[in-house]
């Protein structure tokens, strides 16, 4: 089945970390992100990448960094400059052309710095 | 910030109509409404979206007005599994410059389903 995945689901961090968020899909699809979720909050873009080799800063870019090697792959760096990471970080994916251009959402990796 | 505005809660009973409002005064004439909706700690999941037509999925019905500036979600029948944050978007849908890097994620509205 054609899908989106974040691993790994729940992970811990130690303060001044850097710690690597993984996310793969096999939809074929152009666009990839990553969101950040906080408690009763709505979803905060980080960053996004329409094509392999090239990624925009969202709109909390600052400690976290990407890349984008493969189409498939998208990881999220979350790095020790990143002063308050503990937050849930959702992937998506979208296909740019075509009929169907909705987002493809992972399930999610809960982050938790002790 | 969100280019949408939801009320923050609803509730609703098993089994009647759940009916979830979105105001989007300032959406461009080639901006979608997409509906997502998200169950406590997962990712969201797509409901259903439309440009001005109203749109029927197996999920829910999208009903547009015709001066586009609000649309309303529909559930026909509300189950418990239904409980979740459901979010209204604008986007363009097509082309790069249409990437979810323009579509802002509100708070969304907590729609309760009780038995």
């Known amino acids: 089945d054609g899908g989106i995945t974040q691993s790994p689901k729940y992970l811990f961090r130690k303060e001044g970390q850097n710690v690597t968020l993984s996310c793969e899909q096999n939809?074929?699809?152009?666009?990839m992100y990553w969101y950040r979720q906080d408690p009763g909050q709505g979803l905060r873009l980080i960053y996004y990448s329409q094509i392999v080799n090239d990624f925009q800063k969202g709109d909390i870019a600052e400690g976290y960094s990407v890349s984008r090697e493969k189409k498939e792959s998208f990881p999220l760096t979350v790095t020790s400059a990143q002063k308050n990471p503990t937050a849930f970080y959702l992937c998506?994916?979208?296909?740019?052309?075509?009929?169907?251009?909705?987002?493809?959402f992972g399930q999610g990796t809960r982050l938790t710095v002790v | 910030d969100a280019k949408t505005t939801q009320p923050p809660s609803m509730d609703c009973a098993e089994g009647r109509a759940a009916n979830l409002p979105c105001n989007h005064s300032?959406?461009?004439?080639?901006?979608?409404v997409y509906w997502y909706r998200q169950i406590h700690s997962q990712g969201p999941q797509y409901i259903i979206h439309g440009l001005k037509n109203n749109e029927t999925n197996e999920m829910a019905s999208l009903i547009i007005t015709e001066d586009r500036k609000s649309s309303t979600l529909i559930l026909p029948h509300a189950t418990l599994r239904d409980t979740a944050v459901y979010y209204c978007i604008v986007r363009v849908a097509h082309g790069r410059g249409s990437t979810l890097g323009r579509l802002y994620f509100g708070r969304g509205t907590q729609l309760t389903v009780w038995p």
């Open positions: 939809l074929n699809h152009d666009a």
């Open positions: 300032t959406i461009s004439g080639n901006e979608y």
């Open positions: 998506a994916s979208t296909q740019i052309q075509g009929r169907n251009t909705e987002a493809f």
